[in-house]
């Protein structure tokens, strides 16, 4: 376990690296100077020149990546083109609106796509596996701002049960935070409930029809423990891959969540930087998402590990 962990972590700081100097490189190579941008309106070229020098885009490249990398390990993303605003506030207070939003959209996708994947599979070709599928299909086919914005008028604008845009921290008050956060949680976590309970519904047909289960049954378990314990346990390897791969998708895909329900979240700060030509901001934001996928995708490698004791073991003899 030590030493496929070991590589683990090796192969993800590679990644990491790799990644970095491809963003690094990336907003190189966009249109647009940002000294241009701080000096105004007809700058002299003196004044440019001298901005270039302050931001330190007179150095060579290697040299500019060199003290971006370290400026990054230090959490210091430099100062905000825009606002001239220290970029680590921005992310700081941007991205628990996201972690927050992700995070119950998960819960949301692991709740309906599970429960909903395994009476699929229990009851197959009856009707809760039509109506199962008929949901899994909706959910995969119908784009999230049409779901929000229809969410908005039933919800808030006829029925009047829950805000329409904004956001309530949990600080301020836990109810409204709940409130603020049931239909953005919903909308951007219908996408993915759909594909667990498909996948959930896969896995657990195959796994029902094998000798194990029907040795089971045969014991005389109950239905039950046959389904949820024996049943429900090895199908979950691929789902539990598809719910961690997918929390980050989740928060690099909230940008059109966070739109429509006017949420300051860290999609909104990825686009906004865009469209200012923000570079500082562009690298961090960008940065930080690759963080966290990675992260993430080392995290569900050790619970994968845990779950199935083959994999470390074949990792180890490697």
């Known amino acids: 376990m030590g030493r496929y962990l070991l590589g683990r972590l090796l192969q993800s700081v590679v ?63 430099g100062e905000s083109v825009r606002t001239g605003l220290p970029v680590s ?57 049409w779901l929000g914005l229809m969410g908005v008028l039933l919800f808030a604008v006829v029925l009047g049960w829950l805000p329409a845009s904004g956001y309530v921290p949990v600080g301020e008050s836990l109810g409204g935070n709940l409130a603020s956060m049931v239909m953005p949680a919903l909308v951007l976590g219908s996408g993915l409930a759909a594909v667990v309970m498909r996948q959930t519904r896969s896995s657990m047909i195959e796994v029902l029809g094998s000798d194990y289960i029907r040795t089971a049954w045969a014991k005389g378990l109950s239905p039950a423990r046959v389904v949820l314990v024996h049943g429900l346990r090895n199908s979950m390897i691929t789902v539990l891959t598809i719910l961690g791969l997918q929390l980050g998708a989740l928060i690099s895909g909230a940008v059109v969540t966070e739109q429509i329900f006017v949420l300051a979240g860290f999609g909104n700060l990825m686009v906004e930087s865009v469209f200012t030509r923000d570079f500082p901001v562009i690298q961090a934001t960008v ?32």
């Open 15 to 77: 990644t990491l690296g790799l990644v970095s100097v491809a963003i690094f490189a990336g907003t190189r190579a966009m249109p647009g100077d940002p000294a241009l941008l701080l000096a105004g309106e007809d700058p002299s070229p003196e004044t440019v020149a001298s901005i270039r020098a302050e931001l330190g885009l007179d150095q060579p490249l290697p040299v500019q990546y060199l003290v971006w990398v370290w400026r990054m390990l230090r959490f210091d993303f």
């Open 287 to 318: 940065m930080v998402t690759a963080v966290g996928y990675i992260l993430v995708n080392l995290a569900v490698d050790v619970c994968y590990s845990l779950i199935d004791p083959r994999i470390r073991v074949r990792g180890g003899a490697r």
């Open 89 to 145: 506030d921005a992310v700081l207070t941007r991205l628990p609106v996201t972690l927050e939003l992700a995070l119950l959209s998960l819960l949301v996708a692991a709740v309906i796509g599970i429960l909903g994947g395994v009476i699929a599979a229990s009851r197959q070709g009856r009707p809760a596996d039509w109506i199962a599928n008929t949901f899994a299909l909706l959910g995969l086919s119908v784009p999230n701002f």
